[in-house]
């Protein structure tokens, strides 16, 4: 009897083990669709735009070009917008699409702030009629009456503005130590280049061996202006492998009594000598 007894005892464990396993596993899985229909309402809840709605706007950056007033008016549509629903990565872009905003940084600051800081261009040249030509050799088309038509004209086809750019630089870095300011650089279809300083002085290059030339201009460029004092340059024709050719433009005394008159001059009585 009592070996029979101990057997019952087994099966009544066995069924009390079972049934507390199962209980167990109803308890996880009902646990677990609690933390899931509790997740799903935060996130409707949160997804709702009248939870924590943007309110501020604060605007940043050093403005010259790019009003704040321009920037806000960019942002407010976006304003009233819930603050996880805030589309930052849009509004970058769409700020980014002002033709004087170089970079833009756009954070949210919680709980109702969005926060934007605004780099503008930074204007090195003209590019050809109605263009700017930034630092990274890029350029962009900002309203006429914003450009200052003081910084030197870059002229080039269609997708050589940094070649351009590069090539102005190199060339105003050459020309550091010499009295002259280069106003405009020209760039042919044909690959030429071509110069032009403050003064009217026209400085062809051609296509080939530039940087050995504008060299060899650098260092005879003062040696020629003093080389003739009752004349001065008119076109310098870098274009030969051994030697230059120059133009003069002569000046009169009473020319050059005149306001500006020695630089536009007639040259109809030049000069002209190769020099080797």
């Known amino acids: 009897m009592a070996f029979k007894r101990r057997k019952r005892n087994r099966k009544q464990l066995g069924v009390v083990a079972r049934v507390t396993r199962y209980g167990s596993l109803l308890m996880t899985m009902a ?3 609690l933390v899931i229909a509790l997740v799903i309402t935060t996130a409707r809840w949160l997804a709702d735009s009248d ?20 920037v806000r008016a960019v942002v407010l549509p976006f304003v009233g917008s ?14 980014g699409e002002m033709p004087w905003v170089d970079a833009v940084v756009v954070r949210k600051v919680w709980p109702d702030t969005v926060f934007v800081h605004v780099k503008e261009q930074v204007a090195v040249a003209r590019w050809r009629d109605n263009g700017l ?6 350029s962009f088309y900002p309203d006429l009456d914003t450009i200052d038509q003081s910084l030197p004209l870059l002229v080039g086809p269609d997708g050589s503005e940094k070649l351009v750019a590069d090539q102005y630089k190199t060339i105003a870095a050459l020309l550091a130590n010499v009295d002259v300011r280069l106003v405009r650089l020209d760039y042919t279809a044909r690959g030429s280049w071509q110069l032009e300083f403050s003064g009217g002085q026209v400085v062809m290059l ?26 001065s340059l008119a076109t310098v024709d870098m274009r030969y492998d051994t030697g230059i050719a120059v133009q003069w433009r002569q000046q009169s005394d009473a020319e050059c009594k005149k306001p500006d008159a020695c630089r536009q001059a007639s040259i109809a009585n030049n000069q002209r000598e190769l020099i080797f």
């Open 133 to 138: 030509i930034n630092r990274a050799g890029e």
């Open 82 to 95: 819930g603050f996880f629903q805030l589309d930052v990565g849009l509004i970058k872009q769409t700020l």
């Open 51 to 70: 939870n924590f709605p943007i309110t501020k706007v604060n605007v940043e950056g050093g403005f010259q070009y790019v009003s704040p007033e321009a």
């Open 206 to 231: 051609g296509r080939e061996n530039i940087d050995q030339r504008m060299h060899r201009l650098a260092n005879l460029y003062r040696e020629l202006e003093q080389s003739h004092p009752n004349a």
């Open 31 to 33: 646990g677990t669709i």
